[in-house]
């Protein structure tokens, strides 16, 4: 979050050099002096490391690395405007942005990142009233209340959250930025931040990373795990760039979902299961009136499994007495398949390195071939770098292989 420190007022002259094409027309279209444009362009340029415009007696026009550039801050402050706008309820002009600074914006987010104003002038290194002060000001500013005390502490309000959304897509817009100069120079950086679920985690994501990093050393890549809801927000506030896993069958708007391709549901039991020998070793499909012998793990309610998982208990009759065991946690599932007569829906890639060690078995499903969609889930309106692009196109190489395996 280090990029929220750049000085919005020198974004938005930077904004205004590039449309207006010169350093004295952008001065006269922000009421400011000539002095003061340049000053805040140059500053950007030594925050950049690269020259964003060639001045000239005619004016200003912006150099391959000025348009990169340009591109990305318009996208970052188009962010923030329509964090304001939400936030101010209809506020659509440029005017709602000069009621904030970066400092402010910065302020919020540390508040909310570390659950309260304490903690935050701690882990920054700063006095609480200056963080303090920081949350006040934009209060102050924009009319609005961040912050309400409740049972559980010092909690963000709704408009709060609007606001660090927008400030976090901004940030991720500049970060992205810095990337495409630097990759413009020559210099490999960036940082791209993955959720995967667990089927990617175990088989997708490895094979795809491992020769990312070979093409691209210098570019930092971080796994997030957790539930998809987790994971989901994390996308949407502009604290993650892709999901891959299980896609879901309703997507909110602001996201995109990509098939990648249709994992196949067994059911996975222990080795020497019961079931084994009523299946001819697991070669055919089980009866339902014999699946119905046997206690069950399920994932989660949240999980797209768990809705397969229930279709096939419908079906079962009589119903197991013993309720299933609600499990999300792969290793854990494990354990519990290992250790008892338990039965569990689940994709065969997600336990290959089981199965080829002879400790599980899967068992077709009773009712023929039944599936679900693995893909990648990115934001509606995100654009990826070059590296990004690149690292989306070795994921894609990679679930493709995982399938031939």
């Known amino acids: 979050m280090d990029n929220l420190l750049v000085n919005l007022r020198h974004l938005r002259a930077l904004q205004a050099v590039a449309r207006e094409g010169g350093f004295s027309a952008a001065a006269r279209a922000l009421h400011l002096s000539q002095p003061a444009v340049t000053q805040a362009v140059t500053a950007l340029e030594r925050y950049f490391a690269a020259s964003l415009f060639e001045r000239s007696a005619q004016g200003a026009i912006a150099t391959a690395a000025g348009h990169l550039c340009i591109e990305r801050i318009n996208r970052a402050m188009q962010h923030l405007k329509e964090g304001m706008s939400e936030t101010l309820k209809g506020a659509t002009d440029d005017s709602a942005l000069r009621l904030v600074t970066a400092t402010q914006l910065h302020a919020l987010l540390t508040v909310m990142d570390e659950g309260g104003f304490g903690v935050a002038a701690r882990a920054k290194g700063l006095s609480r009233g200056a963080v303090h002060a ?3 000001t934009l209060e ?50 960036g940082k791209t931040v993955i959720g995967a679920m667990p089927l990617a985690r175990s088989l997708i994501v490895p094979r795809a990373l491992l020769r990312f990093s070979e093409n691209r050393p210098g570019h930092v890549l971080s796994l997030m795990d957790g539930a998809y809801e987790s994971l989901l927000r994390a996308l949407q506030r502009g604290m993650a760039d892709i999901l891959i896993g299980a896609l879901r069958e309703s997507a909110p ?21 019961p079931l084994a020998a009523l299946t001819d070793g697991g070669v055919k499909p089980p ?8 206690p069950w793990i399920a994932a989660r309610a949240d999980a797209p499994l768990r809705r397969h998982f229930e279709r096939l208990q419908e079906s079962l009759s009589p119903r197991c007495a013993i309720q299933p065991i609600e499990c999300n946690s792969l290793v854990a599932a494990r354990g519990l ?26 068992l077709p499903h009773p009712f023929g071939r039944v599936s679900r969609a693995i893909g990648l889930t990115t934001r509606r309106n995100w654009r990826p770098t070059q590296a990004q692009t690149e690292l989306l196109s070795g994921l894609r190489a990679s679930s493709v292989e995982s399938l031939e395996l």
């Open 134 to 136: 920081g949350v006040r």
């Open 140 to 189: 102050l500013s924009t009319g609005i209340s961040l912050f309400e005390k409740t049972s559980n502490g010092l909690q963000p309000t709704r408009d709060a959250q609007r606001l660090a959304r927008a400030t976090r897509l901004a940030a991720a817009e500049l970060s992205q930025a810095q990337a495409e100069l630097a990759a413009l120079s020559g210099v490999d950086r």
């Open 253 to 273: 708007a602001d996201v995109v979902q990509e098939r990648l391709f249709d994992d196949p549901l067994a059911l996975i039991v222990r080795t020497g299961h």
């Open 287 to 294: 009866k339902l009136s014999d699946l119905a012998r046997f």
């Open 337 to 362: 398949l290992l250790g008892s007569d338990r039965v569990m829906l689940l994709s065969a890639h997600q336990v290959r390195f089981e199965l080829d060690a002879g400790q599980l078995l899967a």
